[in-house]
């Protein structure tokens, strides 16, 4: 993993604040929406939002940390306090460096200690079968391996920074492994990222629903 983090820039960056667009008030109290075309904002990001002015000074003292996200399409509905009253409200977003999950990953495993199924993955002993299932279509080839691999025996670690189609394999292998009489237990560090998979994965199956 250290080959890696010094391939994507190096240790020694610091997350940063960036500015996503401009937030209007709807109609509900303490909810704002903002546009997000042409933004990198990914499920990932959704937990680290706030709403402030549109300067970057005094965000994280003087902002409003989101409690909640919806997102239709490229607009982006959140929640803030109901006391919260900007006169300028912008969302922001902390972006965090390239090896920002790299580093968490090896630094998680490192800090695990005595772990066999820890040490296993990191020495790359451990795996499985995958399916023989075909490449779902419009599955690039890394894709193509995971969706697979979810679909397999055994254990399997699957990787990728934000924005590389995880939710898309998520949604998609959850809704094989459902129809063939599977039970999937989703786990996530965050509520968001699992309502998203959730989310994503409901609409999967309403389309594939016969009518």
């Not at 023989?132 to 969706?147: E, L, R, S």
Request: hydrophobic share 40%; proline share 8%.
């Amino acid at each position: 993993m250290g080959e890696l983090v010094a391939i994507m820039g190096g240790t020694g960056k610091r997350p940063r604040w960036q500015r996503v667009g401009r937030a209007v008030r709807t109609g509900e109290v303490g909810w704002y929406a903002v546009d997000v075309r042409g933004s990198d904002i990914g499920p990932d990001q959704l937990d680290s939002l706030r709403l402030a002015g549109p300067e970057p000074d005094g965000i994280e003292a003087k902002g409003f940390s989101v409690s909640e996200t919806v997102q239709n399409g490229s607009l982006l509905s959140m929640k803030v306090a109901e006391f919260a009253d900007l006169t300028d409200p912008y969302l922001w977003m902390l972006k965090q460096p390239p090896t920002f999950l790299v580093e968490a990953l090896r630094d998680g495993i490192a800090g695990l200690g005595e772990a066999p199924l820890a040490s296993a993955l990191a020495a790359g002993s451990i795996g499985g079968t995958s399916s023989p299932d075909p490449d779902p279509p419009g599955f690039h080839p890394a894709q193509g391996d995971a969706y697979r691999a979810c679909l397999g025996q055994g254990v399997h670690l699957v990787w990728g920074p934000p924005g590389t189609g995880k939710t898309t394999v998520l949604k998609r292998a959850i809704c094989d492994l459902i129809a063939r009489g599977e039970r999937v237990l989703l786990v996530s560090a965050t509520n968001i990222a699992v309502d998203n998979a959730l989310l994503a994965g409901r609409r999967e199956g309403e389309q594939a629903r016969p009518r």
